[in-house]
């Protein structure tokens, strides 16, 4: 009976072996495949291809179209700027600047022991946006600074200009330009960036002026009788300011020699001044409130 089972063993046995020696070709074809597929993978990994630039060329603000793929694998992107005064290469980066001149960006994988494999490197270049700016508003408070706008700010870069250029500021209404070197671009960290654009003004805007609202108190004087003409001049702007660089002259103020009492009211015969001498009162709504010069009677 052991005999019987030991015989039936063998048999199995012998079969097995017929089968694999039938099937030898088809196994080490097998086997070497896997081998040739894992020893590819091994090899392949992190491979980066297909790497594509689509422009050379870019405006500042514009976005980079740059794709890779990485065989077996993710891939992610390098970059790095040329410095334009020492024409040296910086280091690489995974974070992208936006400033004006010569880049360099590269794709990167990683093989099978997380090692760097990279593609080639693409160079491409950012120029200066062209930009036209405009006084946002048609009209303001004498005085009162103006905005500028402009539709072609990249990102969230804003603009602003805190100083104009005014054909004639004694007029009601005048042409105005923003000053080409007091215009300041930043971009959303605070950075100014002005010097990423190339910003022109085609025309002279108009601006029309609104009066702007002062309020000056002339000054009271009293004394007693002497035979002398008195005189209070002098004032004080107690509500707003003057704009620019205006100034107030005064030519002459009423007097009061005999006992009596005068209205110190200069207004006939006082004006209000731009830097360049030209009378820009009627730019001003003006309040007077006026003083009063007084003689009394010697006790």
């Not at 297909?50 to 992107?77: D, I």
Request: charged residues 25%; negative net charge; aromatic residues 10%.
């Amino acid at each position: 009976m052991l005999y019987q089972e030991y015989k039936k063993k063998m048999m199995k046995l012998v079969r097995i072996l017929e089968i694999i020696r039938n099937l030898r070709v088809l196994i080490i074809s097998v086997v070497a495949t896997i081998c040739v597929l894992t020893g590819a993978f091994l090899i392949t990994k992190g491979m980066v291809y297909s790497t594509s630039l689509e422009n050379g060329m870019l405006e500042y603000g514009e976005g980079l179209e740059f794709s890779a793929n990485a065989v077996f694998g993710k891939v992610k992107y390098e970059y790095r700027y040329k410095d334009p005064t020492t024409k040296k290469w910086g280091e690489w980066s995974e974070a992208p600047t936006d400033q004006i001149g010569e880049h360099s960006v590269r794709a990167v994988g990683q093989n099978i022991f997380s090692k760097n494999r990279y593609s080639k490197e693409f160079n491409y270049v950012i120029t200066k946006r062209n930009l036209i700016v405009e006084v946002s508003e048609e009209k303001i408070t004498y005085g009162e600074t103006p905005t500028l706008k402009a539709d072609r700010l990249a990102f969230e870069d804003t603009i602003w200009c805190d100083e104009y250029e005014y054909l004639d500021k004694s007029q009601s209404s005048t042409e105005i330009e923003p000053k080409e070197s007091a215009i300041v671009i930043k971009n959303s960290q605070g950075v100014d960036v002005t010097g990423s654009y190339n910003i022109t003004h085609k025309d002279a805007d108009m601006i029309f002026f609104e009066k702007r609202p002062i309020t000056i108190t002339i000054d009271s004087d009293i004394k007693n009788y002497d035979g002398t003409e008195l005189k209070a001049e002098g004032f004080e702007i107690t509500t707003g300011n003057l704009a620019f660089k205006d100034f107030i002259k005064v030519s002459e103020y009423p007097s009061q020699t005999d006992v009596g009492t005068t209205v110190n009211d200069p207004s006939p015969i006082f004006v209000i001044a731009n830097e360049a001498g030209l009378d820009v009162t009627s730019n001003y709504e003006i309040t007077l409130v006026t003083g009063e010069i007084t003689v009394e009677k010697r006790g």
